[in-house]
């Protein structure tokens, strides 16, 4: 990439009135190949294409093949309003704290066949080892485009990729899904353009028949893929803290009692206030207090109609 910098490009984007924080954003579990390089810049890839990223002062930088500033604003991002997400925010002090933790934190909007890939294999895996998954899976079946860079492998390679050869990229059992949702991809029994024109209940139903995807990682493709911000996934990590905090460590609270919640205190783009909680309580080991409840104001009806879906 080094020596590429020179004969390309650069996208030059104003943060003034946006704000970003990159090593927040890309180490909070929602992307798995970006590296940071010494001098404090991010090796990673934007729609495929490999690309350098930084901040300098008021502006974040990106140098890459044929990257545009159009790629670049909605990959970060930056053209969410982010006034108006926080002002959506209920009146709540740990989602307060939480923001506070990371204040530049954002979502990404990626590819949605790596990010299937990604989140079909991310079951009982740690975020490291994820990452691990991604570069094995783009050194055995992606194509070299320059030194130890590899592209992600579409679907059509991974489906015919045999089962011995995925396992030995760290995929365990899930290497059977994986297979499968290429298969289901590159046949196009599930066409993934089409998810993103159908409204987010509807989608979410569509991914979730793709082989490894349930509600947990539909949404985490919703969200950081298509931009759903009103997804909310619920890992446990985001269980965790949704019991801990908002139901009194309370056995008998269920997953769906949480989601409906969450719909209903977070508001219409309560996407972001999932990744401030799961972003804290995973950093900040003094996150979560022993024994404590937050006082929840009952949402209003206004807000109610506005999450219902």
């Not at 890309?26 to 990673?44: C, M």
Request: aromatic share 10%; glycine share 6%; with cysteine.
């Amino acid at each position: 990439m080094k020596s590429l910098e020179p004969e390309l490009p650069q996208v030059s984007l104003s943060l003034l009135g946006h704000g970003i924080d990159l090593d927040a954003t890309l180490t909070s579990g929602q992307t798995f190949s970006w590296k940071r390089n010494a001098d404090g810049r991010w090796r990673g890839w934007i729609d495929g294409r490999p690309c350098l990223v930084w901040t300098q002062g008021d502006a974040l930088r990106a140098v890459g093949p044929s990257l545009t500033h159009a790629a670049v604003t909605r990959y970060f991002g930056l053209d969410v309003p982010m006034r108006e997400v926080f002002a959506s925010f209920p009146s709540d002090p740990w989602l307060d704290r939480a923001r506070a933790f990371a204040p530049g934190l954002r979502i990404l909007r990626q590819e949605p066949w790596e990010t299937l890939c990604n989140f079909i294999s991310s079951s009982l895996k740690q975020i490291v080892q994820i990452q691990q998954i991604n570069h094995d899976l783009r050194h055995a079946f992606g194509r070299q485009i320059g030194e130890e860079l590899y592209s992600f492998p579409d679907a059509a390679r991974l489906a015919l990729a045999p089962e011995s050869q995925l396992r030995a990229c760290r995929l365990g059992f899930r290497a059977k899904h994986l297979f499968t949702a290429a298969r289901q991809i590159a046949s196009g029994e599930v066409l993934l353009e089409r998810v993103a024109t159908l409204p987010t209940v509807e989608a979410r139903e569509e991914l979730m028949r793709i082989r490894g995807v349930g509600a947990k990682v539909a949404n985490c493709i919703l969200l950081f893929a298509y931009g759903r911000i009103e997804a909310f996934p619920i890992d446990v990590w985001v269980e965790r803290v949704l019991r801990r905090l908002y139901f009194n460590d309370r056995p008998s609270v269920t997953t769906e009692r949480m989601r409906i919640f969450a719909d209903r205190h977070f508001g219409p783009y309560r996407g972001y206030a999932q990744q401030f909680l799961f972003h804290w309580i995973r950093k900040d080991p003094k996150a979560l207090p022993e024994g404590r409840k937050v006082p929840v104001k009952k949402a209003s009806a206004a807000r109610v109609r506005a999450t219902s879906g």
